[in-house]
């Protein structure tokens, strides 16, 4: 008996386990609350990091709402966010940019909408839009910009460009993209692409040595004249078969010159200069390592039985079928302004079937297609 009663806890003591139980209760249920709340923003898809800040912020019904978003996602991780700007990060096309958040919160300020907001990062990767966002609100967004290729960084030289030639938009884009508002040969872009779509123009040059990997010798019987002529095999694969079939039809098709190296150009370039003058070769003869030829995909084709290829019927022939055979007529007169080169009847480039249907159907040249669809460098 006297051992039990001693047993027995005190009443105030008791009182307090009393309490303690049930803080740790509560503890317990609030943190199952939390990792439920947080578990329901993470199965819609927003990182743990911005579901922590939701909570935190007080946002899960305006969230849940809203739905998944990776914008608001972003906006939540980020240091930049911003309260009164919430309603607009939902609305503005997420893009993977290190200071996303800080550029909109620029743009809101700067007074653009949220659909030109969108445009804007679209058009340029982070550090365009950092300049951007640093200067005053500009006319004439929606204009360009509704051209997947424009580039907010060439903004300036567009409207500049624009004004001086009176092109309209999407030719002014194209152009500038090209650099065609700069003076030829001057800081070119240089490339080391070794595929069949690397463009070379007079504002693009070939790497310092560049020499086309899989150059193979043209079968002799191919070739007008006697020297021997080098191509890209891939090139030369597809040119062969045309040549043969269009040999079914009657026509009789030759090689007059395809890859030259970059010394050789040197030489071609010096006769020409030497024979007729500079205004002849800058029309005619490209520059030293702007030679479409030294990359082994630029071939120059000839009619067996005539020196004027561009008055034969292998000419109309070629004009015609080339691009099923992955070819394209690279100056034709029409796009002199683009391509920066007079008429070359002869001249023919292997870029691939796609992209050659592509350009004669649509009736461009490569440098078009280019700016349009294969200019990565945003
Ligand atoms: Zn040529």
């Known amino acids: ?13 008791r009182i307090l386990e009393y309490i303690l139980g049930t803080i740790l209760l509560i503890a317990i249920a609030l943190t199952i609350f939390y990792f439920y709340e947080r578990y329901q923003l993470t199965e819609l898809g927003y990182s743990i990091q911005a579901s922590n800040e939701i909570l935190l912020k007080m946002k899960k019904s305006y969230v849940m709402e809203i739905g998944e978003n990776k914008t608001l996602n972003a906006a939540f991780e980020s240091s930049d966010y911003k309260e009164k700007n919430l ?24 007074k ?14 982070d550090e365009d839009v950092t300049a951007f966002a640093k200067r005053d609100k500009v006319e004439y967004l929606e204009e360009f910009f509704t051209y997947d290729y424009a580039k907010i960084r060439n903004y300036d030289r567009y409207l500049a460009y624009m004004n001086e030639t009176g092109e309209d938009e999407e030719n002014t884009i194209i152009q500038v993209n090209i650099d065609l508002d700069k003076e030829p040969y001057k800081d070119p872009v240089i490339t080391d692409d070794y595929s069949p779509k690397v ?140 391509t920066g080169f007079s008429n070359e009847s002869w001249h023919f480039r292997y870029v691939g079937k796609k992209i050659a249907t592509y350009v004669y159907e649509n009736k461009l040249v490569y440098d078009e297609y280019f700016a349009m669809f294969l200019d990565k460098e945003n």
């Open 1 to 13: 008996m006297e051992l039990k009663k001693k047993l027995k806890p005190k009443k105030g003591l």
């Open 87 to 110: 309603d607009h990060y939902s609305k503005i096309k997420y893009q993977k940019q290190k200071h996303l958040i800080r550029n909109i919160n620029s743009l809101i300020k700067r």
């Open 112 to 125: 653009y909408n949220n659909n030109e907001i969108s445009m804007i990062l679209s058009h340029g990767n």
């Open 199 to 338: 463009l070379v123009t007079k504002h693009r040059k070939l790497k310092d040595g560049y020499v086309p990997k899989d150059l193979i010798t043209i079968p002799q019987e191919y070739v007008k004249g006697e020297e021997k002529v080098k191509g890209t095999r891939i090139a030369w694969q597809n040119l062969k078969r045309m040549i043969d079939d269009a040999k079914k039809e009657g026509m009789e098709i030759l090689v007059n010159s395809a890859y030259r190296s970059y010394k050789e150009q040197v030489k071609v370039f010096d006769l020409y200069k030497g024979l007729y003058g500079d205004e002849y070769v800058a029309k005619y003869v490209s520059t030293p390592g702007f030679s479409e030829h030294q990359t082994g995909y630029g071939f120059d084709l000839a009619s067996a039985k005539s020196n004027v290829f561009s008055t034969t019927k292998e000419y109309d022939w070629t004009i015609k079928n080339s691009a099923k055979y992955g070819f394209v007529h690279r100056y034709p007169t029409s796009s002199e302004s683009i």
